[in-house]
């Protein structure tokens, strides 16, 4: 990408990508176009915020590609009024992302810094329906509990037993699973009236879902 690039040329690009990565879903396109990733990218790699890559965040963390982000969200299929559970925080990109297509985003991460620093961006951005908590995502949210929609943005070894929980009959889950440092299969998960339908959708690679709180 040149360094010339207008912002308009830049949205442009960044658009292009997702949809020829298969991010064809107009109220997803509209939401990415919405938002400026560039808002969630500090320090040195803040120049290839428009670029289709995922890139360092604080904590050892990091802020996923934006066409998988696209696909994900695509993929959770988010009404209008439904509720979404975000497990990992990260930037808080994906959050705000969901937050224009439905009624009410939680969002946890195990790194308060992460959901502070996140906290401020949605809160400059007025985007007033993303409520952001410090906590562990692998037990879900049991007082918000049950969720139209659940979206998992770290690798779990297989889809953590207290979220398919807290689905609502229905619902759906994304959540990548698989061997936390090798590629994982992106899986969405339907609750059905007697138990969950499983899809594989595609090959990603997250960094792993951990237990407990971070130190930071
Ligand atoms: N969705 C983020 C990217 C997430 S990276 C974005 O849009 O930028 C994965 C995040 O999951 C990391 O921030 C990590 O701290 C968090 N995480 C890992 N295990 C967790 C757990 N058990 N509970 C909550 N967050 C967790």
């Known amino acids: 990408m040149s360094d010339e690039d207008s912002p308009a040329e830049r949205k442009m690009r960044f658009l292009f990508q997702l949809r020829s ?6 109220r997803v396109l509209e939401s990415m176009e919405a938002i400026d990733r560039g808002l969630f990218v500090r320090g040195q790699f803040a120049d290839r915020a428009y670029e289709d890559t995922p890139l360092p965040i604080p904590c050892g963390q990091t802020i996923s590609q934006p066409s998988v982000v696209g696909l994900m969200t695509q993929a959770l299929e988010v009404g209008a009024r439904d509720t979404v559970l975000e497990v990992g925080t990260g930037s808080g990109y994906q959050a705000a992302i969901l937050s224009g297509l439905c009624r009410r985003v939680y969002t946890v991460d195990r790194h308060r810094r992460l959901v502070q620093e996140a906290e401020r961006i949605f809160s400059d951005l007025g985007l007033y329906n993303i409520i952001a908590q410090v906590a562990d995502g692998s037990r879900g949210l049991p007082d918000q509990a049950p969720f139209d929609r659940i979206l998992v943005t770290a690798a779990a ?3 953590p ?4 929980a807290q689905l609502k009959i229905g619902g759906i889950m994304v959540v990548p699973v698989g061997q936390s440092d090798a590629v994982q299969t992106l899986i969405r998960v339907t609750r059905t009236e007697d138990g969950f339908d499983y899809d594989e959708l595609r090959q990603v690679r ?3 879902l ?3 709180l971070g130190q930071t």
Do not use: K, S
């Open 21 to 26: 990565r298969g991010v064809t879903d107009p």
């Open 157 to 159: 070894e297989d889809p």
């Open 161 to 164: 037993g207290p979220l398919l």
């Open 206 to 208: 997250f960094v792993p």
């Open 210 to 212: 951990v237990e407990g």
